[in-house]
């Protein structure tokens, strides 16, 4: 690990004015590119006190031992610079786009003799029509097979197009009409390419003129009596309107567009482009990667716009780029995009309209290909192995921790304090094993004396499991109940995992000290930072950037939050819903619900005389006054307060089980598969 003052340029040497720069490790390999309005102030931010900078930077500029730097005479040509570098040195410490395929087009050849339809990936060539992105290459010829029975343009390589010229016989489509055969001379050259020209047309958006020309061919073949040729025109536009169908409008006045939607972590994000065409999404593509250095959201759209337009050229950058967060400064941005495409483009965040609700959906598929991502990671077995691994070598522990427990605190102001406590078995979770807690010993929000609380409760029934039944004894499994169910707290992990820092670590250590347990390891997990923190230690250990290991205890630890905060709605929703009519006797639901039907509220039952509640069918005379008793001894509860507005609510919306969704933040936690088993969670 080198020290970056001994590698620091001395005062003055760096210029301030645009420029890149270029970290270097001990063997002189590249490990990172930048870009600054200003090399002086860039490069002086990543020399300052090490304790001051992110861990992913500081990870950087110590493992780096020389810096340079080029200077440039505009941010656009630092801009660009940068994006040369990053593709020439592959740098491990800059954000790299995993899955950075080509994507393939659908291309017509019109620099041919005989135009040809093809599906085409890498650079562009000259002369030749582009249309897309597609996702897939089988998305293209499902397209271009339906639109060969209107448009029969040339489909075959030169290869077959030759022996067809040799042998005089045109190939397969040729026969079945897809075809109109120009190898054999069925249609001449000039009419092939209006043909080809007509399938342009058509790709491009222009598709009422064609729909409507076959329509009145139909009804005049009709009109004929040519029934035959009336049903063949009456297949071709319904192929055509199904081709239409695959690229709905979506965006009015045959918008040409981008739409950049990003999701992420504290480890990863993903990027999902839609590509607009014509008012048309024409394809989609996406990417992930690992946030290796420190960015934001505005740092990756600038990365991905670099991935995305560095090698194109005219058209291919359309006139909107629409992205969730603007780079800083954006203007160097837009000036590139701009002479990438040779007209103005406007890169903006979309506010309202059409163009908003469109962004959403984009931002839904970023977030379902993070998941779905993070999903197949976490499912992969020899990943799995090389995590726990990882977590023994960096926690010092004699053996992979096979059995891992996660605990966390929730709260909302100090109210409903519970606490979660997961289990993970060889990487994967046992949702079965689930347990949650109301925190008993005191009032109040104290993370910590609800941390060591849950733990001494959790362990002393451990203790008490083992000493009633012993473990194993005379061969016999005594940590399984009679029906072949595990005992609820008879396993112990090998791993104890906490969320937080220093005080929950200490007082989970205490609370198995005091226990007498000392052959279970505890450690915690920082948010902040993701860093880990071990019992006593006053400096966490800093798993690497890419650590499996990392990836598994910030899994364990984002469920245990997940599962706690769950279950600390559903008490607070239900205290929320609570009623003065839950305490007299006798009243089922089904007459507490016509009450409140009734009156519309319990205030304005609370004011009713006896003889108005005996209106209520199914309330008799006696029922009536024993909740008139009730209701008049009962101490009207405090209004229900929105948290999230500080909004006092009346009684009406009280009653209609308003609940406020703001717990730890406004956010709206995910809903997952572990929702069905927290019923099966059980409180000791």
Known sequence: MADPSSYRPKPGQIPDSPGVYRFRDEHRRVIYVGKAKSLR?????????????????????????????????????????????????????????????????????????????????????????????????????DTVDLLLRVFPVRTCSAGVFKNAERTGRPCLLGYIGKCSAPCVERISAEDHRQLADEFCDFMAGRTGTYIRRLERQMTDAAEEMEYERAARLRDDIEALKKAMEKNAVVLADATDADLMAVAEDELEAAVQIFHVRGGRVRGQRGWVTDKVEAVTTGDLVEHALQQLYGEEKGDSVPKEVLVPALPDPVEPVQEWLTTRRGSNVSLRIPQRGDKKALMETVQRNALQALGLHKTKRASDLTTRSRALEEIAEALDLDSAPLRIECYDISHLQGDDVVASMVVFEDGLQRKNEYRRFQIKGFAGQDDVRSMHEVITRRFKRYLAEKEKTGEWADG?????????????????????????????????????????????????????????????????????????????????????????????????????????????????????????????????????????????????????????????????????????????????????????????????????????????????
């Not at 339809?117 to 029509?129: P, T």
């Not at 004011?607 to 009207?636: D, H, M, N, Y």
């Not at 006092?648 to 009280?654: G, L, P, V």
């Open 41 to 141: 102030q860039r490069l002086a931010s990543y020399f300052q006190d090490l304790a001051g900078l992110h861990p992913r930077t500081r990870t950087m500029v110590t493992t780096a031992a020389s810096v340079e730097w080029t200077v440039v005479s505009t941010e656009v040509e630092a801009l660009q610079l940068e994006y040369s570098w990053i593709k020439e040195y592959d740098p491990r410490f800059n954000v790299k786009y995993r899955d950075d395929k080509s994507y393939p087009y659908l291309a017509v050849t019109m620099n041919e003799q005989f135009p040809r339809v093809q599906v085409m990936r890498g650079h562009k060539r000259k002369g030749v029509r582009y249309f897309g992105p597609y996702g897939h290459a089988w998305a293209i010829r």
């Open 476 to 684: 016999e499994n005594t940590l399984t109940e009679d029906d072949g169910r595990p005992k609820r707290f008879a396993y112990p992990p090998q791993l104890v995992v906490v969320d937080g820092g220093q005080p929950q670590v200490a007082a989970a250590q205490k609370a198995l000290d005091e226990l007498g347990i000392d052959d279970i390891a505890v450690c915690g997990l920082a948010k902040r930072l993701e860093e880990v923190w071990l019992p006593g230690d006053d400096d966490p250990v800093v798993l690497p950037r890419t650590s499996e290991g990392l990836y598994l205890l910030q899994r364990v630890r984002d469920e245990a939050h997940r599962f706690a905060i769950t279950y600390q709605r559903t008490k607070r929703a239900k205290r929320f819903r609570a009623s003065p009519l839950d305490d007299v006797p006798g009243l089922g639901e089904t007459r507490k619900q016509a009450l409140v039907k009734h009156f519309g509220s319990v205030k304005k039952l609370r004011s009713a005389t006896i003889e108005q509640i005996c209106e209520v069918p199914g309330i008799g005379r006696k029922t009536a006054e024993v909740i008139a008793v009730a209701l008049a001894e009962a101490t009207p509860a405090a209004p229900a307060v929105n948290t999230a507005t500080g909004e006092i609510m009346e009684d009406e919306e009280y009653e209609a089980d308003a609940v406020p969704d703001t717990t730890e933040g406004s956010a709206q936690e995910p809903v997952s598969a572990g929702a069905s088993n927290e019923r099966r969670g059980q409180e000791p």
